[in-house]
């Protein structure tokens, strides 16, 4: 199970990056947006999640249930195995705002786009934030589920990357609020 985990992990910051970058080129005007192919790739990370967060449920329960059974709990020293599963959830929360946010509705045959304050903005950045914290405490675990021997050079690359992107997405969530005023 855990080395499907992986490979959905992997599949999922492949889509996320995918989605990072065309989604933040459309939020800052520089593209249009509506492509049928990015919105389903979305679509399909968003089920790749769901079932990542599956799994991490049963795993962090099967967790619980050792703890519980041996009498302790040893958070202190499990600080960051909570920091990943409270990241998580964190994520979940902050991309059904996302969704609810970037779905927008559908009246009369015109689509329109929700209103983008401050609370949203907010609520974006966080899930940024929360994206960047999931990410970084989880790579190391990532990199040895897959079999990377020498992955040190390999985590460098992949976080610096990754902090590009996160800081562009969060440039164009703040340029799009710009837009919206």
Aim: charged share 15%; with cysteine; proline share 1%.
């Amino acid at each position: 199970m855990r080395k499907i985990n992986a490979i959905l992990s992997m599949s999922i910051l492949v889509l996320f990056l995918i989605h990072a970058i065309a989604g933040g080129f459309q939020l800052a005007g520089i593209i249009p947006g509506g492509s049928a192919i990015m919105k389903g790739l979305a679509w399909l990370m968003l089920l790749f999640i769901l079932i990542h967060a599956g799994i991490g449920c049963k795993l962090t329960a099967d967790t619980c249930r050792a703890c519980k059974k041996a009498g302790v709990s040893y958070y202190k020293e499990n600080r960051l195995f909570w920091l990943r599963r409270s990241s998580g959830f964190a994520i979940m929360i902050f991309i059904l705002f996302h969704v609810l946010i970037f779905l927008g509705n559908q009246n009369h045959d015109v689509y329109r786009l929700n209103d983008f304050g401050m609370m949203q903005l907010i609520s974006q950045i966080l899930l940024v934030l929360s994206i960047a914290v999931h990410v970084i405490s989880n790579i190391r675990p990532l990199m040895i589920a897959l079999g990377k021997r020498n992955y040190q050079k390999m985590i460098i690359d992949i976080l610096m990357i990754l902090s590009v992107i996160l800081l562009l997405a969060g440039i164009a969530f703040v340029i799009y609020y710009l837009r919206w005023r």
